[in-house]
């Protein structure tokens, strides 16, 4: 147990479809940041939040959005699915401005694509 | 462009014995962070090296960043099964939003 929960922890969608990913922590730390990884692959930076503003983003096109709530839970839209989308999407607190310290992560949502 | 290369890719041993994993860069990063991965969840944080030349150990794993912050290695001593899982090491972005870059991942099955 992180702290970190995610939601769903498995996801099937249609090709063309819209999905919401959900990331909530116990702590509240006011920094957010998600994560796509392919199978066997390591983690790929999506973007950050830090008090509800987006603070950064990966090499990853408009239809990958996201929000941060007062109560700094967040979630993870993707618009027009594709197949290359099925992935392990995981959630991350921590490090803010300062990368030298550590994240913790949720366990992630595995949405397939299909 | 900064990239994390970590080799090798896949390590097959038995139960004892020892290994050494990569992770290797062309750049330098403040610092580098090391995470266990098991199926089915998060990254896990190991610890995170901020000096040149720095060495810290965890029991039995021991890791070390390069003089010149361009890379680090994860020594394990006398393997066992439960070691078993998906080591990343990662380091931050140049640009100042806490973004991790992550190495592609070294997959360790320790065979009892």
């Known amino acids: 147990e992180t702290g970190v929960t995610q939601s769903p922890t498995h996801l099937i969608k249609t090709r063309g479809q819209q999905v919401t990913l959900r990331c909530s922590s116990q702590?509240?730390?006011?920094?957010v940041s998600w994560y796509q990884q392919a199978l066997g692959q390591g983690p790929q930076f999506i973007f950050q939040?830090?008090?509800?503003?987006?603070?950064g983003r990966g090499n990853f096109p408009p239809r990958f959005s996201g929000l941060q709530f007062p109560n700094y839970s967040s979630e993870l839209n993707v618009n027009a699915l594709e197949l290359d989308d099925s992935a392990l999407y995981l959630c991350?607190?921590?490090?803010?401005?300062?990368?030298?310290?550590?994240?913790?992560f949720g366990s992630g949502t595995r949405l397939t694509v299909v | 462009t900064q990239l994390l290369e970590q080799s090798p890719q896949f390590l097959s041993i038995q139960e004892g014995e020892n290994l050494t994993v990569y992770c290797n860069s062309s750049?330098?990063?403040?610092?580098l962070q090391w995470y266990r991965q098991e199926p089915g969840e998060g990254p896990v944080l190991l610890v995170t090296?901020?000096?040149?030349?720095e060495v810290k150990k965890l029991k039995r794993l021991t890791f070390q960043f390069g003089d010149a912050r361009k890379d680090s290695s994860l020594h394990i001593t006398a393997a066992q099964p439960g070691d078993t899982g998906l080591y990343l090491c990662?380091?931050?972005?140049?640009?100042?939003?806490?973004?991790?870059?992550f190495g592609q991942g070294t997959t360790l099955q320790v065979k009892p």
């Open positions: 991350a607190t921590g490090g803010g401005s300062d990368a030298n310290s550590g994240y913790t």
């Open positions: 990662a380091g931050p972005g140049s640009s100042n939003t806490g973004k991790l870059i």
């Open positions: 702590s509240g730390h006011n920094t």
């Open positions: 939040y830090y008090r509800e503003e987006e603070n």
């Open positions: 090296v901020v000096t040149g030349g």
């Open positions: 750049s330098v990063f403040s610092s």
